[in-house]
């Protein structure tokens, strides 16, 4: 029940192309679904999150959808650029934990 | 992020030594965490402080210990490092209240 899966493992997408990745959860109890960038050698940064409340955030070219009945969310970048090249983590988050649940990552390369 | 720093970066070191991995940061934030990252199974929790004089478990704590010296200074420990403890480390941060945490730049542990 406290499994956050991700998919796919790794994406290859051409450029200016839409990479998009998927992520399913369980526990009703999650509240915030943040999603992790990571590029190589570097730590995992926050790229953008959502709260169950609203159904779609967008940040310039990266928006997550959010459908709560099926409990799942996606990141969906637009115009992929080669510098989007990164893996990319969901999470989820219950209230007053403050512990995440990562998923199990996806590795985007984005082809010039 | 610059704020939070890890040491060493690299390690190796062998079956049934003792190890520590440190973990600075001067973002002014109570809560630190340990986590591993290893392919294809995301980040996972270790260890987390909300304040000095609390330290609690995550989900794979077995084979670790931790030490909170200070707000800004959060170690872990391997008793007697073993082959399935290589993995990238990974410590990060967050204020109190808030949801977004802030990671280090990881540090890669080879356990021969």
């Known amino acids: 029940q406290q499994q956050v899966k991700q998919s796919p493992q790794s994406l290859i997408v051409q450029k200016g192309g839409i990479s998009i990745i998927n992520c399913a959860y369980e526990?009703?109890?999650?509240?915030?679904f943040p999603w992790y960038q990571q590029f190589p050698g570097k730590g995992p940064a926050l790229l953008i999150a959502?709260?169950?409340?609203?159904s779609e955030k967008k940040e310039g070219r990266f928006t997550i959808s959010f459908n709560k009945s099926a409990k799942q969310f996606s990141l969906h970048i637009m115009d992929s650029q080669p510098g989007d090249s990164a893996t990319y983590f969901c999470?989820?988050?219950?209230?007053?934990?403050?512990?995440?649940?990562f998923g199990t990552g996806t590795r985007l390369k984005v082809l010039a | 992020d610059a704020d939070v720093t890890q040491t060493p970066r690299n390690r190796i070191t062998k079956t049934g030594k003792r190890i520590m991995l440190e973990c600075s940061q001067t973002?002014?934030?109570?809560?630190m965490y340990w986590y591993r990252q290893d392919p294809g199974l995301g980040l996972r929790l270790i260890y987390y402080?909300?304040?000095?004089?609390?330290?609690n478990k995550g989900e794979i704590s077995d084979g670790y210990s931790v030490s909170r010296q200070a707000q800004a200074k959060f170690s872990l420990s391997l008793e007697s490092a073993i082959p399935n403890q290589t993995a990238l480390y990974f410590c990060?941060?967050?204020?109190?209240?808030?949801?977004?945490?802030?990671f280090g730049p990881g540090t890669r542990l080879l356990v021969l």
């Open positions: 402080s909300f304040d000095v004089k609390d330290i």
């Open positions: 999470a989820a988050l219950a209230s007053g934990t403050y512990k995440y649940i």
């Open positions: 526990n009703t109890a999650f509240d915030y």
């Open positions: 959502i709260r169950p409340d609203v």
């Open positions: 990060a941060t967050s204020d109190s209240g808030r949801e977004t945490q802030y």
């Open positions: 973002k002014g934030h109570d809560r």
